[in-house]
């Protein structure tokens, strides 16, 4: 009879599949399943006799700097080929945090940060734009041999102190429900009639996806990263929990949950958020993660106590841990935990069937290992178009000239002598932002793609003068006469708690260039950043002209493409612009710019 077990016969129902695995699976087994560990500790023996549920690459996590696909394939398929040898043969899941494109991979599409993708969905099929985003981003984790990404981020960003306000699409949850569609594109759309809360994964082109962070992680007091969201139960459901009712009914996979805490308590140790609302009121079928080393943190010192955090966290409804590192002794507390009564066994059958529900809606059974043949679209044309496509419906126009009748854009590409200047001008790594490469993301060539710089060279005239100072001296102005300046600056990239900022003025002295330079030459400045900085009067009233690029990722001639006019400005601010920082987490009256706020520009106004 067990010659051919049900669980490995595609032709049987999921569910059935499920239970006979089930059945097979002693407690290490099962314990081993609901383990997620950093590749950095996968040995393969960890993975084979322990049955490891699944490995993730965190913030970089390729083999090694600048590795290519095909040998991001080469090491997950080692992987799954330890995981195969184990007695039951269980593929893992690899996960990695694919947030803006496969943004791990050297040589991936590095598209906008969802701050920018906010500020296009007051446009023409918005959401449209992002599934097709999430379509392109499948294709190019598959063919770097993973097949599960810890997005989308749907965090509804309150405070713009926040660290991680970029990876948020909005302030304004009904942006963030539209947007939502990631998960369609990511996964593949569910047909009519798709159980609710099913999870659901269209086939090998597709990705598991992860709605995070549950919930109320952009709700922090005062923005602090992994913080505390003080709110009525109803404040949550209404302002951050809506985006997850959405990720369900698209057939989202996994949710993970949130470092932060609600009205003081931890979200991974809140039986009533993730067993009582999210699985048995919203009817979620897929699994729970935890964040990395979420439960170290469920007890202060950090790390100590941790059985009793594996207690907390599993008994409130987590089905699987991002351990990631100690994983040993998570088996041992887990093990012991499960084996003295303090967890029922019931709770980590519930807990198994859902990983395993994951693992077969997603093919893995019959698809453990990558699939070579797409390997080419990593990087790929179409998907560069499309980013770029992305950048250029992002862009939000804040000024156009200081007389509003004499519009300053689109700017002549023609012109006799150009100025570009600024910390941004010419620097890939710092347009990309955060998680591109590396966690924190890095300055400089860090991966492939056009700076705003280089599309400036490629967009003007062959007659054109551009010179490029990234810091214009007294002695660039002398005897040379610009028609006008192009001025980039902005945010270094940050992640997560790094990017907690209460002051938010331009850092690398941004105001002062922009000055300066304004000073001399009319000039456009455009500002690279994870959200609105502290822009003063004195200085908005220099310049000519102002636009918001979010963080734009890989490819700078998006920008070139609107601000020369080939294109229209379709962006909307997906976030209030705060006069004083002060403001920046309380609805102003009098903001700068208010929600929603993008000019157009004026091509007649440009030709009179
Ligand atoms: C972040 C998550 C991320 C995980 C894995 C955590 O620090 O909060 O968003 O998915 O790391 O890298
Ligand atoms: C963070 C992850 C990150 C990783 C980078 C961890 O401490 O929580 O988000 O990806 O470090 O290695």
């Known amino acids: 009879m067990n010659n051919n077990p049900i669980y490995k016969n595609p032709n049987s129902p999921i569910e059935s599949r499920i239970k006979d695995l089930l059945s097979r699976m002693t407690l290490s087994e099962k314990i081993g399943q609901i383990t997620q560990i950093d590749r950095r500790v996968a040995t393969r023996s960890a993975i084979r006799d322990l049955s490891v549920g699944s490995i993730l690459s965190a913030g970089g996590g390729g083999p090694y700097e600048k590795a290519t696909s095909s040998d991001w394939i080469d090491m997950i398929d080692r992987f799954q080929n330890a995981a195969l040898e184990s007695r039951l043969g269980i593929p893992l899941l690899y996960g990695t945090d694919a947030v803006h494109g496969n943004n791990n991979v ?8 969802n701050i920018g993708l906010g500020a296009t969905s007051l446009c023409d099929r918005d959401a449209e734009l992002v599934r097709r985003i999430g379509v392109a981003t499948a294709l190019e984790v598959r063919a770097c041999g993973a097949q599960f990404t810890f997005a989308p981020c749907v965090a509804v960003c309150k ?6 306000c970029y990876e948020s699409y909005s302030e304004d949850t009904e942006i963030v429900r539209n947007m939502t569609s990631l998960v369609k594109g990511l996964q593949g759309q ?42 009525s139960y109803d404040e949550l459901e209404r302002i951050h929990m809506a985006p997850y009712l959405d990720c369900i009914s698209q057939g989202v996979c996994t949710v993970m949950a949130s470092y932060s805490s609600w009205n003081g308590r931890k979200l991974h140790s809140d039986h009533f958020l993730i067993t ?19 439960l170290d943190r469920l007890s202060y010192p950090f790390g100590s106590n941790y059985r009793k955090c594996v207690l907390l966290a599993i008994n409130a409804g987590i089905d699987m841990v991002m351990v990631p590192f100690r994983y040993e002794l998570f088996l041992e507390d887990l093990t012991y935990l499960v084996e003295s009564g303090k967890i029922p066994i019931a709770r980590i059958d519930d807990a198994v069937e859902r990983i395993l529900r994951v693992k077969f809606v997603a093919g893995l059974f019959e ?42 854009l689109p700017l002549n590409r023609n012109a006799e002598r150009i100025l570009v200047a600024g910390t941004h001008a010419d620097n890939l790594g710092y347009q990309c932002g955060g998680w591109t490469a590396t966690w924190m993301g890095a300055s400089g060539r860090i991966t492939i793609g056009t700076t705003i710089l280089e599309a400036i060279m490629e967009a003007v005239g062959e007659t054109t003068d551009l010179i490029y100072e990234q810091h214009p001296s007294q002695d660039t102005f002398a005897n040379q006469d610009f028609s006008f300046a192009i001025v ?27 000055s300066s330079v304004a000073d001399k030459v009319p000039t456009l400045v455009i500002l690279i950043s994870g959200r609105p900085l502290v822009l003063e009067p004195w200085l908005l009233e220099k310049v000519d002209a102002l636009v918001a690029a979010w963080l734009p990722g890989s490819e700078g001639d998006g920008i070139t493409d609107v601000i020369f006019g080939d294109y229209e400005f379709q962006g909307k601010l997906p976030v209030t612009w705060f006069k004083r920082v002060e403001e920046a987490g309380k609805n102003s009256s009098e903001p700068l710019f208010r929600l929603g706020f993008g000019l157009t520009s004026n091509r007649e106004g440009h030709l009179n």
């Open 106 to 113: 050297y040589g991936a599409t590095v598209f906008p940060h």
């Open 159 to 164: 405070d713009l102190r926040w660290g991680r």
């Open 190 to 231: 569910p047909p009519q009639g798709h159980p609710k809360g099913y999870p659901f994964v269209a086939g090998r082109e597709n990705v598991v996806a992860c709605a995070k962070h549950f919930v109320g992680d952009g709700g922090t007091d005062k923005g602090i990263n992994e913080g505390n969201t003080i709110a």
């Open 276 to 294: 009582q609302v999210l699985k048995e009121k919203l009817g979620f079928k897929g699994f729970v993660i935890s964040d990395s080393q979420a």
């Open 367 to 408: 698809y453990p290992l990558a699939d070579r043949s797409l390997l080419d679209r990593v990087g790929c044309k179409p998907h560069r178009d499309l980013a770029r496509e992305a950048v250029r419906k992002s862009l939000v126009l804040l000024k156009n000239g200081k007389d509003p009748k004499k519009p300053f």
């Open 488 to 514: 980039i600056v902005g945010e270094g990239p940050y992640a997560e708690t790094m990017g907690d900022n209460s002051e938010l003025v331009i850092p690398f002295n941004g105001a002062e260039l922009i």
